[in-house]
């Protein structure tokens, strides 16, 4: 995401409370006005309800909170490729747990300091789950006793450095996605290359790397492979990202290195280590592949003035579908992705556009544990047959499309989008690819070129998806801009609330107006690279409304996991 094109994190993203409580209004509203992080603006703590708590008197906080998430054990099937090419993936699942060990570091600290001061065996796996003794899913609230707020730039930043500080020394290496920044003895700051303070991790990633590379049947794989792991030597990835544009009929493949920069919530500059294994879908990609033709005419055709869609958006862009066999670092931690655009890097999408990446296996998972259980709470009854796993599908898949569209440079000559957003651009951006994504759908089904489905199911799939997502509160980027969404929609007529049944549904006339003038919006803030109005909009409409409030506890009371946790690894292979 910041042009974040990544969403890696996927965009529709989500996160959530955890079951079994009830907000209080006041105190979402105390935490906007003091923080200036995006994440604490909506935080969304709750306490549990008595009754609640009386129907499990047995279960144990841990255990209470380990239902959060439902298991899904990550598999795919590896019998079309030869033998080097499975050994491949096995070095390659190497390589990610070394970035699941980086981003330990980045986000925490020294992982078994922590994991071996746990006794409670649920609560030690919901600190694995979340690489740390914050809970992802409730703002970062701490869960470990002992443990105060989430420094808000993690382990990037000194953890006691002002914001004021960092401003009035900051220059590019302070400021690069890929340094530490530390405090010397004399208070000045340093800035630390990532392939130095890791060094070490660092060289045995780029091993691993490099014995795939020597396996790889694919000779644009075997170049991307090789790029990446001098990459991760040196901390200069765009020539790793252009060779991993230019790779096309590769059966495997990886999204490695430091990436997307949600988990630095002070500043949103510094980038995380991440990894994900991957394993192509060839029918399934081929049937995405036509939809990249159309991305110059939607540009073309946005519903905001001229000037704010100049950018050609690339043309070598292009869409695949993918089962995951391994998830690590920051792609791990708390809510999980099920679509990725890359590269982030706007020098290389302005030359060559992005890939996007959607998830298959990770996708249905959500569907089916969540999104389904969720629509049958929440959504009136005559609506529910409109969620359907293709809309749920085609709805993430445009979201990716979506970051292509528009403009990453402001107008105002104040850089990148993602420069004068600040902490904002994150969010900004993945609401701009949701609503966008949708604008998509619709003109495409207008004109035709959408495989079946209703506009109905569309818009009624994307409602739903967003109670799914706001369930994530704040500490992702993504939930913020559900809420925003969420709340504009309500008072634009597109949603409407019945007050007896305590279900929504959708009013279709008043969608498309809706859908164009939050487009509008979005992409005006991001090409006037308003940063002021953004904060403005964030403290007016970033809370959540009462109905909306007693929605998600519905949604909570049900039972309805908020998220997925993976089993994963070789051994689930075939
Ligand atoms: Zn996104």
């Not at 923080?35 to 008595?50: L, R």
């Not at 709470?377 to 898949?397: D, G, I, S, Y």
């Not at 969404?485 to 279900?503: D, I, T």
Request: charged fraction near 25%; aromatic fraction near 10%; hydrophobic fraction near 35%.
């Amino acid at each position: 995401m910041k042009n974040q094109l990544l969403c890696i994190t996927l965009c529709i993203v989500l996160s959530a409370c955890q079951p079994q409580s009830e907000t209080d209004p006041s105190e979402s509203a105390q935490s906007a006005q003091s923080s200036q992080t995006v994440q604490k603006e909506v935080a969304y703590q709750q306490d549990p309800k008595p009754e609640d708590i009386k129907k499990q008197p047995e279960k144990s906080a841990g255990a209470q909170l380990m239902d959060n998430y439902a298991g899904f054990t990550l598999t795919a099937n590896l019998s079309h490729l030869s033998d080097n090419q499975q050994k491949m993936v096995d070095y390659l699942i190497q390589a990610a747990k070394v970035m699941d060990d980086l981003f330990w570091l980045q986000s925490y600290g020294e992982k078994y300091d922590l994991l071996n001061s746990i006794d409670d065996p649920d609560l030690k796996r919901y600190a694995e789950i979340n690489y740390g003794p914050w809970d992802r899913l409730a703002g970062d609230k701490p869960f470990i006793e002992g443990y105060g707020i989430k420094p808000p730039g993690a382990r990037f930043y000194p953890p006691e450095m002002a914001k004021e500080e960092f401003n009035t020394q900051a220059d590019d290496n302070l400021r690069s996605i890929y340094t530490l920044v530390r405090a010397d003895e004399q208070g000045q700051l340093q800035a630390i290359p990532y392939h130095v303070a890791y060094e070490e991790a660092i060289l045995q990633a780029a091993e691993w790397l490099k014995k795939a590379a020597e396996l790889a049947e694919d000779p644009g794989f075997k170049n991307y492979l090789t790029l990446r792991a001098q990459a991760l030597l040196n901390d200069e990835y765009q020539a790793s990202d252009r060779a991993w544009l230019d790779m096309k009929n590769n059966a495997v493949d990886v999204v490695i290195g430091p990436i997307e920069t949600y988990e630095d919530q002070l500043f949103g500059y510094k980038a995380a280590y991440e990894a994900f294994v991957l394993i192509k879908d060839k029918k399934g990609s081929e049937k995405l592949a036509k939809y990249a033709q159309f991305l110059p005419r939607l540009q073309a055709e946005l519903p905001v003035a001229d000037k704010y869609k100049q950018e050609t958006p690339g043309t070598d862009s292009d869409l695949n579908a993918y089962d995951a066999v391994y998830y690590a670092g920051d792609a791990n931690a708390g809510s999980k992705t099920i679509a990725i655009n890359l590269p982030n890097d706007e020098q290389v999408q302005l030359e060559k556009g992005t890939r996007r990446l959607q998830l298959k296996n990770a996708m249905h998972a959500k569907f089916e544990k969540i999104l389904l259980p969720i629509a049958h709470e929440l959504v009136v009854p005559e609506q529910r047959k409109h969620v359907t796993f293709e809309a749920f599908f085609a709805n993430t898949m445009f979201h990716e499309v979506a970051h292509g569209l528009g403009i990453k440079n402001t107008l105002t000559g104040q850089g990148t989008v993602r420069e004068s957003l600040k902490e904002y651009a994150g969010a900004v951006e993945e609401g701009k690819a949701d609503i966008l994504g949708l604008y998509m759908v619709e003109k495409l089904h207008r004109l035709g070129e959408l495989d079946g489905g209703e506009l109905m199911d569309y818009y009624t799939t994307f409602m739903a998806g967003i109670f799914r997502s706001v369930r994530f509160g704040s500490s992702s980027a993504h939930g913020v801009a559900n809420l925003l969404r969420f709340n504009y929609f309500a008072e634009h007529g597109a949603f409407n609330y019945h007050q007896e049944s305590g279900h929504y549904s959708v009013n279709p006339e008043k969608m498309s107006a809706a859908i164009a003038s939050l487009s509008e919006k979005i992409l005006t803030l991001q090409g006037d690279g308003d940063y002021q109005a953004v904060a403005d909009w964030f403290q007016q409409d970033g809370q959540m409304s009462p109905q909306l409030t007693q929605a998600l506890d519905a949604i909570n009371r049900a039972g309805i996991p908020v998220d997925i946790v993976f089993q994963q690894g070789r051994q689930y292979l075939n």
